[in-house]
């Protein structure tokens, strides 16, 4: 079935008469009532979603609040790039140099021993 589609003004006093109603804490029957006498064409449950709908867009309505955000989970931020960990580089390069320390120091030691042998 097509949407029945109001123009500007009619759907403004369809709106207008349903909030009326609904202010008064009158049933949605009433409402559906209060919405055919302002040129309402559709089905009650129609005028409900209508209403529904058009009560979340009315400006000056304060938001209910939300559920709180997890911990530790940043507000809308762009996601940052990846950065290498700052402790691993410095860390492989002093073992490095301990490893390469200790080889030389070991290929001096048995190149000395070699030329004390020849002698």
Not at 51 to 61: D, F, N
């Amino acid at each position: 079935m097509t949407a029945k589609r109001y123009d500007p003004q009619t759907k403004a006093a369809i709106l207008n008469a349903a909030f009326a109603a609904r202010k008064e804490r009158k049933a949605w029957t009433e409402v559906f009532q209060a919405a055919q006498a302002a040129g309402y064409h559709g089905s009650p449950e129609g005028i409900e979603q209508m209403v529904r709908k058009a009560a979340k867009r009315r400006p000056g309505r304060p938001r209910k609040p939300g559920r709180p955000r997890k911990l530790g989970r940043p507000r809308k931020t762009a996601a940052r790039a990846p950065q290498a960990p700052t402790g691993i580089p410095e860390v492989g390069a002093l073992i490095a140099k301990l490893v390469q320390d200790q080889v030389r120091a070991t290929l001096d030691k048995v190149i000395a021993d070699l030329r004390a042998a020849q002698q």
